[in-house]
């Protein structure tokens, strides 16, 4: 398994030269796109330190998507797998997210509007089945030592709400959604037995007129501790600058670029 991991990973490094563009003229060429993301933290507390959380590259084509990153000095596979696409459903086989909450990839920048990752995401190696009609979605995963996940969904009017659950006893409710395109929001509910009631909510408002500028507010209650965030966003193209404010006053700024 490790030699199949450093062999995906060398693909990645080796095949980015070749990665181009579609072409229109040939219908039949293979086309591969590339994609890659970085970023850097900087808190300021009672010192000042920095971190780099991600530095990753990603190479996809038509069903198929190959995702690393650089985690202490050598490359890590996060996704390798290949989609089979049928209407209304699909089937993946391979590495993937497992669908448990969100589906957001918050430890990306590309993905993350805020500086901090309100929850976590888990990869895993298995088949993956997704369904989606009027408005109703269906996610199952099922991997290795008999473990699986599934979320079941319903999506109406830019907003969507979830139910999870897992071969660990987890359970979470989810709701996502954007209103008037000013503000997104999204929000995780833990209904686990050891962990129920812990949740988090984050809020995004960045109206049209504010030309990439950004407002965020984030709270979260995890057993008997709850936090409140505040704040300032800034995306230009592929750059973008995110600040936040805890109530300790400790601030966090991630400088992210995407390609």
């Given at each position: 398994?490790n ?11 080796i ?6 563009e ?6 039949t060429?293979?086309v ?9 933290d ?8 920095f971190?780099s959380?991600y530095t990753?590259?990603s190479l996809?084509g038509e ?7 650089l985690?202490?000095g050598s ?10 696409d049928a209407?209304?459903?699909s ?6 997210r497992?669908?448990?909450g ?6 990306r920048p590309?993905?993350?509007?805020f500086a ?9 190696e ?6 989606e009609m009027?408005?109703?979605g269906?996610?199952?995963h ?5 473990a699986?996940s599934?979320r ?7 907003h ?6 897992n071969?660990d ?7 996502s959604g ?6 997104t929001?999204?929000l ?12 988090w ?6 109206p049209?007129f ?12 995890v057993?008997?501790?709850t ?20 109530a300790?006053g400790?601030?966090?700024?991630r400088i992210?670029?995407s390609?």
């Amino acid at each position: 398994m490790n030699t199949m991991k450093k062999l995906l990973s060398a693909i990645a490094i080796i095949g980015m030269p070749f990665a181009q563009e579609a072409n229109p003229v040939c219908s039949t060429c293979t086309v591969m796109a590339v994609s890659g993301e970085m970023s850097t933290d900087v808190m300021f507390s009672d010192t000042v330190s920095f971190t780099s959380p991600y530095t990753g590259l990603s190479l996809s084509g038509e069903g198929w998507q190959l995702s690393s990153r650089l985690t202490e000095g050598s490359m890590v596979v996060e996704e390798a797998y290949y989609t089979l696409d049928a209407n209304f459903a699909s089937l993946t086989l391979g590495k993937q997210r497992v669908p448990f909450g969100l589906a957001n990839a918050w430890h990306r920048p590309s993905q993350n509007p805020f500086a901090s990752e309100p929850s976590a995401q888990t990869y895993a190696e298995g088949i993956g089945v997704t369904v989606e009609m009027m408005g109703v979605g269906v996610e199952a995963h099922y991997g290795d030592e008999k473990a699986y996940s599934a979320r079941l969904s319903y999506g109406v009017l830019d907003h969507s709400v979830g139910l999870s659950t897992n071969s660990d006893d987890g359970m979470l409710v989810d709701a996502s959604g954007d209103l008037f395109g000013m503000m997104t929001s999204y929000l995780q509910y833990d209904l686990s037995e050891e962990t129920s009631g812990d949740f988090w909510y984050r809020a995004v408002i960045a109206p049209e007129f504010t030309k990439g500028i950004s407002a965020l507010v984030g709270y979260s209650s995890v057993g008997d501790e709850t936090e409140t965030m505040y704040g300032i966003g800034y995306q230009y193209g592929g750059a973008s600058l995110r600040s936040e404010l805890s109530a300790d006053g400790d601030v966090q700024v991630r400088i992210s670029y995407s390609f």
